[in-house]
């Protein structure tokens, strides 16, 4: 039985989606158990949320950062109906999606969207592929597996199985729209194990979808259900702004940035910090992008042979028109762009018909990206230069007519990580590392084990339950 309990303090260290689950889960548990614990999350900039950004403007909804989610996982719907706005969560309309190659869009065959496996005939029949690319892909359906605990490029492994046309054509068009990557580096295990998976347990990816109904590539495009994108009223940003009005009062912050973290004699941590006075920690869990923790470890051998990350830069524009401006594809949610294209864009939604009240009847809102892995340059132009190479492409793509009633640029510069192959094996070396010389601190957040708002959360509580047990099995009786 415990006689007293020393008062911790935990400092989590990033102020992001990861962050903000990390401590409401750690208040959260440490209440209902009764222990004295301290919560305290350093943010560097002046808010937080991090990439997740909100403007609300003249009765438009804009993100700035990511607009939605796919929880398959149901981590989103558990945080929420824990915050207690369940009720808030919304989902998308349904809709065609195209993938432009050369100077045509191509819509993508229902069957890759809707339901399981690909049925052979709305393949056959879609222009997007050619016969030859067609037969070529139906080789997966022989091709032997690939040796056991192989790690590969995303684009190996889909040309491996499939050949190049469908991976320039369909895999990398959707992998460049959602995470700027490079198929040529990025880790098949990292990024989609499942489809790993199925080659190992069925050989033939095509018969293991089929007998399993599983798999999703990019954005669910094998998923055996429709596509379910979330989101919340007014915006993703709810989710931000409720999570911190529900931590203790002081709990964040802000415009306080972590330049260290030193040991001490009796086990807790130095946390230094460029504005204020150090805080004195019994445990960390850093939230920050791997790059951000590297420096904070910079006087400790740990992490510091590990190389750094690489990320994507990209640019998200926003624009409003009305609806008389854009009169062709007027059943399409998205297109993706194939690298056999002119254009400069990587992918263009229709928010306005993806999801409902986020602009005014008789307006469309169109979000595009621009930017990805090896063509940065372009998001280092001026807002007018970005805008103006936005318009030309929409001129060519769908047929706009005239300019915007406004335009939202926001840039992201090294925004999206990038696992690259041999990324698991790399997290779990630095883990094991710093665990010898930190054993209460943590790494958790989009540059580990999964970039998606779900991931994050998920890493966020779970980091905050093994953290708070952990501190409780070591309570000492006084």
């Not at 903000?20 to 750690?26: K, N, P, Q, R």
């Not at 199925?198 to 018969?207: D, G, N, P, T, Y």
């Not at 973290?261 to 004195?280: F, R, W, Y």
């Amino acid at each position: 039985m415990r006689v007293t309990l020393k008062r911790r303090k935990v400092v989590v260290i990033g102020g992001g989606v990861t962050g903000l689950t990390t401590a409401f889960y750690l208040q959260q548990a440490a209440k209902e158990q009764q222990y004295p614990l301290d919560v305290v999350v350093v943010e560097a900039s002046l808010r937080v949320g991090g990439k997740i950004q909100t403007m609300r403007k003249d009765g438009f909804i804009i993100e700035r950062g990511p607009e939605s989610f796919i929880d398959d996982s149901g981590n989103v719907c558990r945080l929420a109906h824990d915050l207690g706005i369940a009720h808030k969560l919304v989902y998308n309309n349904v809709g065609q999606t195209y993938v432009a190659v050369g100077k045509e869009l191509y819509p993508i065959p229902g069957s890759l969207l809707l339901g399981g496996p690909p049925k052979v005939s709305s393949f056959i029949t879609s222009g997007l592929i050619s016969l030859t690319g067609k037969i070529r892909a139906a080789g997966d359906l022989v091709i032997p597996r690939a040796a056991e605990n192989q790690d590969e490029p995303i684009g190996d492994f889909f040309r491996r199985r499939f050949g190049k046309e469908v991976v320039e054509n369909l895999v990398e068009p959707l992998m460049a729209g959602t995470f700027a990557g490079d198929i040529d580096h990025l880790s098949i295990q990292s990024m989609f194990p499942e489809f790993s998976q199925l080659e190992k347990e069925h050989r033939s990816l095509l018969l293991g979808m089929k007998r399993k109904k599983a798999g999703r590539l990019a954005i669910d495009h094998f998923a055996e259900q429709p596509l379910q994108y979330g989101t919340f009223e007014d915006g993703l940003e709810t989710l931000i702004e409720t999570l911190e009005e529900q931590l203790a009062p002081s709990t964040v912050l802000k415009g306080v940035k972590v330049e260290a973290i030193e040991k001490l004699q009796d086990g807790s941590m130095k946390v230094a910090l460029n504005n204020i006075s150090p805080i004195q920690a019994d445990a960390v869990i850093m939230t920050t992008p791997f790059n951000a923790a590297k420096t904070v470890f910079g006087k400790y051998e740990v992490m510091q042979h590990q190389p750094l990350m690489k990320s994507a830069t990209i640019a998200t524009v926003t624009m409003a028109f009305k609806q008389e401006q854009l009169p062709k594809y007027k059943d399409a949610l998205n297109f993706f762009v194939s690298r056999n294209s002119d254009l400069a864009i990587t992918s263009c939604t229709w928010n306005n018909r993806k999801w409902d009240g986020v602009a005014p009847e008789g307006y469309d809102l169109l979000r595009v990206y621009i930017g990805r892995v090896g063509d940065e340059a372009i998001v280092e132009l001026s807002d007018s230069e970005i805008e103006r190479t936005v318009l030309e492409d929409l001129q060519k793509a769908v047929d706009l007519k005239e300019g915007p009633l406004f335009t939202v640029v926001t840039r992201w510069k090294q925004g999206m990580p990038q696992y690259t192959v041999g990324h698991e094996e790399r997290v779990q070396q630095m883990k094991r590392e710093l665990y010898e010389e930190f054993p209460n601190v943590m790494l958790v957040g989009s540059s580990y084990e999964g970039i998606s708002v779900p991931d994050c959360i998920e890493q966020g509580r779970e980091a905050a339950a093994r953290m708070l047990n952990k501190m409780m099995e070591t309570e000492t009786v006084q």
